[in-house]
């Protein structure tokens, strides 16, 4: 399939083709089609990298009526990285066609600024839950007439404590008029009782199958390392790749600030992504990240989510995650965009059970190196 073939203007197809995108991801060619009918709502499950952005925004795009000033568009996103990417891809995407305008309001950024930014022309809103709430106590963004609500990594957002931010949204654009579509890696049993009851029974569902949705650009591989000896394998294993970048992943704070410190102590360019960590330091080592000046990152689940950070050759899996949904997040860091990767697991003999574990679940198999 094509991008012409999926209905998509010329225009954008131009914009596309200047950010190397030129063929439809499966996600893609499932879903523009669908939401381009116009008033659907939508589940589609697939997994982080697999270009959901566009497979939602191009659609999304095409409903906007540019010569509306008023918000007609609202996407929610679990993380302030992920707002601001979805807000930039919009933008180039529009790049040679009518000019629709995005405002990106999140946590860690000055309220009034936002608000005075959401007082121009704004057609699409990309939020995190949180802020939403505080614009719309302050009374100054109004989403009852927004004709589609997109909910993007609805799993991320669940799992990071916003139920009842996105009950009292979706409450608020409760009216006949507006579509939702939402898009998952996982759907956990709290998802689907939200999919219940605010999607449309008719709701068109599209899941990608396992086999495509694990991104069979990754290759998933471990080795048995028990847990004092895992520091001596991971250097070894960045000895081998050279100076190519990527993510170390760690079970809980303390464990990754440990990590940090002894890979500096090894003099590897390694930045810190944590919890806790204020929003200026957290940005600080992500702009150091991606211009290329720190070669890898040592996070949590938590701290890595949103991260959008191209061509990472490895995620390593220093500790397993406890949930299955994690690693999907996890190893879908790397190999995106059509590139290729690998998922490297350094496991004690109690994570090698957890290890089967997930290649029964996820339809993947794990290949032992050394």
Do not use: C
């Amino acid at each position: 399939m094509t991008f012409k073939e999926l209905g998509v203007s010329e225009e954008i197809i131009k914009g596309l083709k200047e950010m190397g995108i030129v063929s439809p991801t499966k996600i893609q060619e499932e879903a523009i089609p669908v939401l381009t009918e116009g008033t659907v709502d939508f589940v589609g499950q697939a997994q982080t990298g697999t270009g959901k952005t566009a497979a939602f925004g191009l659609p999304l795009l095409a409903q906007i009526d540019p010569e509306k000033e008023h918000i007609q568009a609202l996407i929610l996103a679990p993380t302030r990285e992920l707002g601001q990417q979805i807000a930039k891809q919009l933008f180039k995407f529009t790049k040679y066609s009518d000019k629709v305008f995005t405002e990106a309001v999140y946590g860690g950024e000055k309220i009034d600024i936002q608000i005075a930014r959401l007082n121009r022309p704004t057609q699409i809103v990309v939020a995190t839950p949180g802020r939403l709430i505080d614009l719309m106590k302050r009374k100054a963004v109004d989403i009852r007439h927004i004709k589609t609500l997109v909910l993007d990594e609805a799993d991320e957002m669940l799992s990071m404590g916003f139920k009842k931010d996105l009950t009292t949204i979706l409450e608020g654009t409760a009216s006949k008029e507006r579509n939702v579509w939402l898009f998952s890696a996982t759907i956990p049993q709290e998802l689907n009782e939200i999919i219940n009851q605010y999607v449309n029974k008719s709701a068109r569902r599209v899941n990608i199958d396992k086999n495509d949705a694990v991104n069979t650009g990754i290759q998933h591989q471990f080795v048995a390392s028990d847990d004092n000896n895992k520091l001596d394998t991971l250097a070894y294993f960045l000895k081998s790749i050279g100076k190519q970048r990527g993510i170390i992943f760690t079970k809980t704070k303390a464990a990754a600030r440990t990590l940090a410190k002894q890979l500096a102590a090894k003099n590897y360019e390694v930045g810190l992504l944590e919890g806790d960590m204020l929003q200026k330091d957290r940005d600080k080592v992500m702009r150091a990240f991606k211009n290329k000046s720190l070669r890898l990152l040592v996070s949590t689940d938590v701290a890595a989510r949103g991260i959008d950070v191209a061509n990472l050759a490895f995620v390593l899996h220093y500790q397993l995650p406890d949930q299955t949904e994690y690693y999907t997040h996890r190893s879908g860091r790397t190999a995106r965009a059509g590139k290729t990767g690998i998922s490297l697991a350094l496991v004690n003999p109690y994570e090698l059970k957890k290890l089967r574990q997930l290649e029964r679940e996820l339809g993947i198999k794990f290949t032992q190196i050394r």
